[in-house]
């Protein structure tokens, strides 16, 4: 088994440490166009993400489980040296393109990853605002299994993603040098992504890199400011509540059905989706009756 660090438990003092940065920043020097801090939105966040790690242990269990019956069968091995662990970082960040997207347009997934997105604000907390139900993400990383990559190895790989996903939740950060913005993912494009604007809607959804946004027709890139959230934004900040709204939705969705290919599309169509209204009945005049002949 590879012994990798956990990234994720090595880098929570920094994100700790940027985030009080981040929050005096704006206490100190005010910005009219920021979306800022708000207390209860960014305790909200940290609870989110706190409640994350404890689901995530139980998560792992049965993903473990199946990664592990995934690795044995298969006769491929790739060696964990620092030019595979290299490649490996593109090749998970590809899956991660696809998960993440698919996260958007298929409901039951949106159901997990809406909470990342149902904060109003964009700072280092919101990055925290993790789901507690990221049991949906496993069969899009199943390829590399069973090509060959260790289980331990994916999860370093996914840690390492996470880590450097944090830095780009920030309006303190403007566009970098044209290079850069063009290869990895920055916080101009991650703003984007969280925008709930319809030209910035379902765009952006690379974590290192940017080019797989690019290469697949999602790339959008930022032109006017952001205004963040959900096309239909929840007013709570109970964190059992931002982390199951969706969910209840759905339910109640599906108790409303009036068909099965209703509650198949209430589950596994995108979020917005809205069955075709039923044809209005017509009707048809009643027939006059015939006359009768004079004399009958």
Request: aromatic residues 14%; charged residues 15%; hydrophobic residues 50%.
């Given at each position: 088994?590879?012994?990798?660090?956990?990234?994720?438990?090595?880098?929570?003092?920094?994100?700790?440490?940027?985030?009080?940065?981040?929050?005096?920043?704006?206490?100190?020097?005010?910005?009219?166009?920021?979306?800022?801090?708000?207390?209860?939105?960014?305790?909200?966040?940290?609870?989110?993400?706190?409640?994350?790690?404890?689901?995530?242990?139980?998560?792992?269990?049965?993903?473990?489980?199946?990664?592990?019956?995934?690795?044995?069968?298969?006769?491929?091995?790739?060696?964990?040296?620092?030019?595979?662990?290299?490649?490996?970082?593109?090749?998970?960040?590809?899956?991660?393109?696809?998960?993440?997207?698919?996260?958007?347009?298929?409901r039951i997934l949106w159901a997990c990853h809406v909470v990342h997105h149902s904060s109003r604000k964009f700072n280092l907390s919101t990055a925290l605002r993790q789901p507690w139900t990221s049991l949906t993400s496993w069969p899009f990383y199943l390829p590399m299994i069973a090509c060959g990559v260790h289980p331990a190895v994916l999860a370093f790989l996914s840690s390492v993603s996470l880590v450097y996903q944090f830095w780009i939740h920030t309006e303190r950060i403007g566009k970098l040098p044209r290079p850069l913005e063009f290869v990895l993912n920055t916080p101009s494009h991650h703003r984007v992504h969280h925008a709930s604007q319809g030209s910035y809607l379902d765009r952006n959804f690379g974590g290192i890199l940017i080019v797989w946004d690019r290469l697949f027709g999602s790339f959008a890139a930022e032109v006017e400011r952001p205004v963040y959230g959900l096309t239909k934004n929840i007013s709570t900040y109970n964190p059992l509540r931002v982390a199951t709204h969706e969910y209840v939705a759905i339910a109640r969705d599906l108790r409303a059905a009036r068909s099965w290919r209703e509650r198949a599309g209430r589950v596994l169509r995108g979020p917005g989706w809205q069955p075709e209204p039923e044809p209005a009945a017509v009707t048809v005049p009643a027939a006059a009756p015939a006359a009768v002949p004079a004399g009958e």
């Open positions: 088994m590879p012994n990798l660090p956990d990234v994720v438990l090595w880098s929570i003092p920094a994100f700790v440490l940027l985030t009080v940065v981040e929050a005096v920043s704006y206490r100190l020097h005010p910005d009219e166009d920021s979306a800022g801090y708000e207390t209860k939105d960014a305790a909200t966040s940290i609870g989110m993400g706190l409640g994350s790690l404890v689901f995530d242990l139980l998560w792992k269990i049965p993903i473990v489980a199946i990664y592990t019956a995934v690795y044995e069968l298969t006769p491929l091995r790739v060696p964990t040296v620092w030019w595979t662990v290299l490649l490996l970082v593109v090749a998970q960040d590809f899956f991660y393109y696809w998960s993440h997207r698919g996260h958007h347009v298929i």
